[in-house]
């Protein structure tokens, strides 16, 4: 049985940085994308940035240049680093796989591996 289990979710003041973190587990993949997605209160979810099987980045133009992911080398953790942090980036922050490479990299949709989230607050 797969697992997804998020860490590292916090209280950060505007300007600065966390860093979230995300272990798969329960099975050995040979392809699988990563992604991480947010939600606010009373707003969708949305796309946040993704790591594909083959070490491909891609983020949202509202946290370009601001967030970075990366993974350790068996892609088992997969982190997203978070600075200049903003107060829209509060959020509860998911991650999620999929191993059936299909569908635009950013559809949640197309994730079916989901864990349960970690909240992210920024203050102003």
């Known amino acids: 049985q797969v697992q997804v289990i998020e860490s590292g979710g916090g209280l950060a003041q505007a300007g600065g940085s966390l860093r979230v973190s995300c272990v798969v587990s329960g099975r050995t993949f040979s392809r699988r994308d990563t992604a991480w997605f947010r939600q606010a209160p009373g707003k969708e979810r949305e796309f946040v940035a993704a790591l594909t099987w083959t070490g491909g980045t891609y983020y949202a133009d509202t946290v370009k240049g601001r967030f970075a992911i990366s993974a350790d080398n068996g892609q088992n953790t997969v982190f997203l680093q978070m600075n200049s942090l903003r107060s829209e980036d509060t959020a509860v922050y998911y991650c999620?796989?999929?191993?059936?490479?299909?569908?635009?990299?950013?559809?949640?949709?197309?994730?079916?591996?989901w864990g349960q989230g970690t909240q992210v607050t920024v203050s102003s």
């Open positions: 999620a796989a999929r191993d059936r490479i299909t569908g635009e990299i950013n559809w949640d949709r197309t994730y079916i591996y």
